[in-house]
Nanobody, 119 residues
Framework: QVQLVESGGGSVQTGGSLSLSCVASGYIHCMGWFRQSPGMQREGVASISAGGSTYYSDSVKGRFTISLDSATNTIYLQMNSLKSEDTAMYYC????????????????WGQGTQVTVSS
């Protein structure tokens, strides 16, 4: 069982930046970020493999960057040029297996951290 603990998030104005981090209790091959707004389906944001391969949703490509500190089993999500539509609860997630694409099933989930972008 892998436990995930997120930190970061908060409120920012449109165009601003925020950073999220997530620490896993042990090694796991794939980690990523998902988000969900009220009344909306959860969507994948970005994921990264232990080898450093990254995957992004089209909606955040070029604005968000996911990175990994393998020594501490920590991933980061740097979010720049934030838009109101980025407002959501952001969840850290992880999965075993070789593939880390966002469309795959992620088995472990953090408690979530709120990101609010306002004009």
């Amino acid at each position: 069982q892998v436990q995930l603990v997120e930190s970061g998030g908060g409120s920012v104005q449109t165009g601003g930046s925020l950073s999220l981090s997530c620490v896993a209790s042990g090694y796991i091959h794939c980690m990523g970020w998902f988000r969900q707004s009220p009344g909306m389906q959860r969507e994948g944001v970005a994921s990264i493999s232990a080898g450093g391969s990254t995957y992004y949703s089209d909606s955040v490509k070029g604005r968000f960057t996911i990175s990994l500190d393998s020594a501490t089993n920590t991933i980061y999500l740097q979010m720049n040029s934030l838009k109101s539509e980025d407002t959501a609860m952001y969840y850290c997630a992880a999965r075993t297996g070789a593939a880390c694409r966002l469309a795959l099933e992620y088995y472990y989930w953090g408690q979530g951290t709120q990101v609010t972008v306002s004009s």
